[in-house]
């Protein structure tokens, strides 16, 4: 699935169809049975093997929307000023705007939804916000993190934690009292631009030095050449 500068393009098993919805999406995630994807201004929710999409919500109260993500119930959206919004497509209005309190995340680089939590992945640390409470922590250098920048998270492992990958700072693992541990991998002076975890993969990529997996507990790096 993509669309910068051609619209959305859904690809089912055999052909691609482009979708007249808009010249530049900036983001796209699944909700319930159907992608929602947005143009900075409106929501477009499209059923994948349908040639138009369902329904258009227009979203000037919010603001410019740069990312997209789903918590099964609503749907994150966070704009280009740093605002969260929490937004029912049932009842089609915002329910909730995230209390950031007096943090700063100076820009928003990604959101991920992992156990119960939104997570936000920042210039200025990871912000993390409880669905079920609406408590808000941010962990930073001043708490234990090797690097404010933050990139990409996943689960960890034995599902228990969350693993961040930094900018120039490796991995580092989060566990449900937020205490920060840095993770013993040999790539501390790269950024950690992608994280996968699976019940069979748990892997990285890196700018500097590629990919690594894990194979037995250590984090290998895989050559990758071409055919």
Known sequence: IGGYGDGLSV??????????LNSRIYS????GESLFA????SLFEVIPRSL?????YEMDAVGSIRILRSTGE???????????????????????EIDLGDWDPIRINEVKVIGGQIIMLTEAGVGFH???DNRFKVLSIVSGLPSNRALSCTKSHDNENIVIGLDGAGLVEIDSLYNVKIMDVDVVNYRINSLLRSDRYNCFTTIGE??????????????????
């Open 11 to 20: 690809l089912p098993s055999v052909s691609s169809r482009t979708l007249g």
């Open 130 to 132: 409880r669905i079920n």
């Open 28 to 31: 796209l995630t699944q909700h």
């Open 52 to 56: 138009s999409p369902k329904n258009t």
């Open 74 to 96: 609503y749907l994150v959206c966070v704009t280009e000023d740093n605002r969260v919004y929490l937004y029912d497509t049932e009842s089609n209005r915002v329910i909730q």
């Open 210 to 227: 590629g990919l690594f997996c894990e194979v037995d507990g250590i984090f290998e790096s895989i050559a990758l050449h071409k055919p």
């Open 38 to 41: 947005t143009d900075g201004n």
